[in-house]
């Protein structure tokens, strides 16, 4: 697959292409073959940390402390970053559940591109749960925890049909979501150790 790649994109796009514009004349409708190529188009997902940033600071001037998920140290604005808890490289997911705070030389010496272990995901579990609550499931919020939820539901496994009442079945979803991104595309473990 790999040393046909180049061809095989380009073939799919052209076929399905083809076969919308035959569609579109049975219905008595034309279709713009530029129209369709812009829709083909493959966008790029954004990396956008924002949101969570602005969650943390918040949270920090509020008085309420952040801590790393990782290290379990107390940050501050200038040590705070933003950790795709399942690397961005693995599996580009920008949803407010895999966006947790981490210390900055941890995020960016330490787990860097790498899934955590199960064992450093266990570890952490704790104080995702507390990072999910106090950021994004406020009982006074009406956007963030139907987003979260949304979110969670959509993209980690066995969630779909889950309420989503308990936080911990969302954890053991991220938890199965790992294994399967280790076992598929065998990603580097990040063992929590320095």
């Excluded at 919308?20 to 409708?29: E, K, L, P, T």
């Excluded at 330490?110 to 952490?124: C, I, T, Y």
């Excluded at 980690?156 to 790992?178: H, I, K, M, W, Y």
Aim: proline residues 8%; aromatic residues 8%.
């Amino acid at each position: 697959m790999q040393r046909f790649s180049v061809w095989v994109e380009p073939a799919l796009v052209s076929e399905w292409m083809r076969l919308m514009q035959g569609y579109a004349v049975s219905q008595g409708r034309t279709v713009e073959v530029g129209t369709m190529a812009a829709a083909m188009t493959w966008a790029d997902p954004a990396r956008d940390v924002a949101l969570p940033r602005s969650r943390a600071l918040v949270l920090m001037e509020e008085g309420t402390p952040v801590h790393c998920v990782w290290s379990g140290r107390r940050l501050s604005a200038e040590t705070l970053d933003v950790d795709h808890c399942l690397p961005w490289s693995a599996w580009p997911c920008g949803d407010l559940w895999n966006l947790m705070p981490a210390d900055r030389r941890v995020n960016q010496h330490g787990k860097r591109e790498r899934l955590p272990s199960a064992e450093a995901l266990h570890h952490a579990g704790p104080a995702i749960l507390d990072w999910w609550s106090a950021a994004y499931l406020r009982p006074d919020d009406r956007v963030l925890p139907p987003r979260f939820r949304s979110e969670a539901r959509a993209s980690l496994p066995g969630l779909a049909s889950s309420n989503l009442s308990e936080l911990r079945e969302s954890c053991s979803a991220v938890a199965l979501q790992r294994a399967r991104l280790r076992q598929n595309q065998g990603v580097p473990e990040w063992t929590g150790q320095p």
